[in-house]
Structure formats: C-alpha cells, structure tokens
C-alpha cells in the first residue's frame, strides 16, 4: 500500500510538472506570437510614418515648386507691368511729338507759304528770301524728326536694315558736316573734326551718319554763335572711341541721365530758340548698342558738353 501510494504521488507529481510544461509551452508560444504581432505592428507603423512622411515631403516640394512659380510668375507681371508702362509712356511721348512737335513746323511752313502765296506782289526780294528761308529751314527740320521717328520705329520691330562694314570714319564725318552745313553758317560755328584719313570703324553707313547728324545738331543747337565743335576720336582696347564736344549751354548733372529715356527726355530750347523732340539722342543710344558699342555725356552746366560713343574696329560676332 506504502508503494502503491508513493507511486501515485509521483504519477500525480509527474502529471502536474507535464501539465506545467505543457502550459509554460502554450505561454511561450503565446508570447512568440505577441512578439510577432508587436513587430508586425511596429513594421506596419514605420510603413506607414515613412509614408507619410514622404507624403508629407511631396507635398512640401510641392508646394515649393508653386511658391516658385507663383513667384516667377510675379516676376514676369512685374516686368510686364514696368514693360507696358514703359510702352504707354512711350506712345504717350509719341504722340506728343507728332501732335506737338511736327505740328508746329507744318503751320510755320504753311503761314510762311500762304504769305508768300497772297502777298507775293507787295514783299520785297528780300522779305520773300527769308520767308523762303524759314520754311526751308522748317522743312528740313521736319524731315530731320520724321527720319528719326522712322528710324526709331524700325528699330522697335527689328526691321531696319543693318549692313555693318569697314568705313573711314572721317570720310563719314565729313558728308554729315555737309548736311549740317546750313545751321553751322547760321550759327557761325567752327566744327573741327581731328581725325587720321586713317581711322576706320566697323559699322552701318547710314546708322552712323544718323548718330553723327543728331549729336553735332544737337552740339550745333546748344552752342553760342561763333561758337566752336570739336569730334576727336581715339583707339581703345576693342574699337574707337569718338568724342564730340561743345563749349555751349552745357547741363545740370541730375539731367544727364534722363538723356537717353524715352519717357522722361529732357526737352529744352536752343540758343537761339531751336526745337528739339529729344528723339535724336535715344536713337543714337539704340544704334550705338546696336553696334555692341556704348554711348555716355558729360557735362558742365553753362560751360559745355561732351558725347562720348564707342564702336568696333572689326567685324564682331556680337552683331546683331
């Protein structure tokens, strides 16, 4: 009975330990599986974070780009806006010198004209000599500011010819003088041109005979009366600079920038009471840069002005 007993305590002993096991097993597998649930889940959750992260960093740039492209977008408004202002000062000042400026020589060579025509029997020779004279000069003058308004409007649209080649520039020089001979005997100025038989220029004829003809006349415009022009021209590292120089009304320094702008040109009267639009000079400006050259004044107000213009000694690839 003793054994019998002692037997059924170890079966009883052995069966709880193997029930023990059993459990402790079914404890680990639980916890093996929660391990696998706490890594999918922790896997599952760094998926997702990564994701929105990325989502997140899509949409950042995202909305960069935008901010970049409503700022160019900006820009470009902004530089349409100073553009279109720019163009409807321009039309403005456009239509003030053909409202103004070519109205005015046109009722001078018509009441000149309509003199003479109705009083040609009672004017003396000379009386119908000067007022040939003035609608002449008139004349001129207007042909002078519709070249440059239609030189000025090719230039806008890129339609005027430009046919650049080796030129002697005295040569040039010489033929604008002889145009401009009538307001320098009238004004009784000396124009002195100081430059070598030798000196050549790359450039378009006819362009550089406007530049010429608008910066001596203007020279001519603000000079006393036997008064003195000098053009002088000297070799730089990549062409020729010419320098035209007066000793006439001079400027103030603030008016020397608003020279070459359109919209803010400074317009004042000669010394003798000549008209101008202001035309020439930003025609000039826009030729000179169409040369690659560059185009600068100084000044001294009641002592003179010197235009200062550069322009290629050889043909350059830079030519439009």
């Given at each position: 009975n003793r054994i019998r007993s002692e037997d059924l305590n170890i079966k009883l002993q052995s069966s709880n330990i193997q029930k023990?096991?059993?459990?402790?097993?079914?404890?680990?597998?639980?916890?093996?599986?929660q391990?696998?649930?706490?890594?999918?889940?922790?896997f599952t959750l760094t998926i997702l974070f990564s994701i929105f992260i990325l989502i997140l960093m899509f949409k950042n740039q995202k909305q960069k780009k935008l901010l970049s492209d409503l700022n160019e977008k900006s820009m470009i408004i902004s530089t349409q806006n100073k553009e279109l202002h720019s163009l409807i000062s321009e039309k403005?000042?456009?239509?003030s010198i053909i409202g103004h400026d070519l109205r005015t020589p046109f009722n001078s060579i018509l009441g000149f004209g309509e003199l003479i025509n109705e009083d040609a029997l009672k004017l003396t020779r000379e009386e119908i000599q000067t007022y040939s004279g003035y609608i002449v000069q008139s004349s001129k003058n207007t042909l002078y500011l519709l070249e440059n308004l239609l030189i000025w409007a090719k230039l806008q649209?890129?339609?005027?010819?430009?046919?650049?080649?080796?030129?002697?520039?005295?040569?040039?020089?010489?033929?604008?003088?002889?145009?401009?001979?009538e307001p320098l005997k009238n004004k009784s100025i000396h124009l002195n041109i100081d430059v070598s038989d030798f000196t050549f220029v790359f450039a378009d004829e006819e362009m550089l005979k406007t530049i010429f003809r608008n910066i001596i006349g203007n020279a001519i415009k603000f000079s006393y009366e036997k008064g003195f022009i000098e053009v002088s021209c000297s070799e730089i590292s990549n062409g020729t600079k010419i320098a035209i120089h007066d000793h006439g009304?001079?400027?103030k320094q603030e008016d020397l920038e608003k020279l070459f702008q359109f919209d803010s040109t400074i317009i004042k009267t000669g010394t003798q009471n000549e008209k101008g639009s202001g035309m020439g000079l930003i025609i000039s400006k826009e030729i000179v840069e169409k040369h690659g050259g560059?185009?600068?004044?100084?000044?001294?107000?009641?002592?003179?002005?010197t235009f200062f213009f550069t322009l290629p000694k050889f043909k350059s690839t830079n030519n439009n």
């Open positions: 023990k096991i059993v459990e402790r097993e079914k404890e680990i597998v639980r916890k093996k599986n391990e696998k649930i706490l890594l999918i889940s922790i403005d000042r456009l239509f649209q890129n339609r005027i010819v430009f046919d650049p080649k080796e030129l002697n520039l005295q040569k040039v020089i010489n033929e604008v003088a002889l145009l401009l001979r009304t001079g400027m560059t185009i600068w004044v100084e000044s001294t107000e009641g002592v003179g002005t």
